[in-house]
């Protein structure tokens, strides 16, 4: 079972930058999708990026152009850079992975395709 540790959250102005890490335990598959997820107060988890292991990467609309999703596989990690923060950015931000998915991107309904997550790190712009 892979375990997955987010980190790198913190109170950043607008306008302002942020890296978040997630790191990876366990074994990891050959084809795998990983995500960085958020969820703001009151408001359903949301998917902004996925990265799979063809290095292919999606990313939400709302973060497109700013955000930029990224894993180094030699620290078994995954990141999130994100860049010209907005207030509406803030949120629990959570990684999550699946092995053999079936589909990796951005969509409505992708939190059902991931079965581990991580324990999140707060973002507050």
């Known amino acids: 079972e892979v375990q997955l540790v987010e980190s790198g959250g913190a109170s950043v102005q607008a306008g302002g930058s942020l890296r978040l890490s997630c790191s990876t335990y366990?074994?990891?598959?050959?084809?795998?999708?990983m995500a960085w997820f958020r969820q703001a107060p009151g408001k359903e988890r949301e998917g902004v990026a996925t990265?799979?292991?063809?290095?292919?990467?999606t990313y939400s609309k709302s973060v497109k152009g700013r955000f930029a999703i990224s894993q180094d596989n030699a620290k078994n990690t995954l990141y999130l850079q994100m860049n010209s923060m907005r207030p509406e950015d803030t949120g629990t931000y959570y990684c999550?992975?699946?092995?053999?998915?079936?589909?990796?991107?951005?969509?409505?309904?992708?939190?059902?395709?991931?079965?581990?997550w991580g324990q999140g790190t707060q973002v507050t712009v």
């Open positions: 999550a992975s699946e092995d053999y998915p079936r589909r990796c991107r951005v969509s409505d309904d992708m939190i059902g395709d991931f079965a581990s």
């Open positions: 366990g074994y990891t598959y050959s084809r795998y999708c």
């Open positions: 990265i799979g292991s063809d290095g292919y990467t």
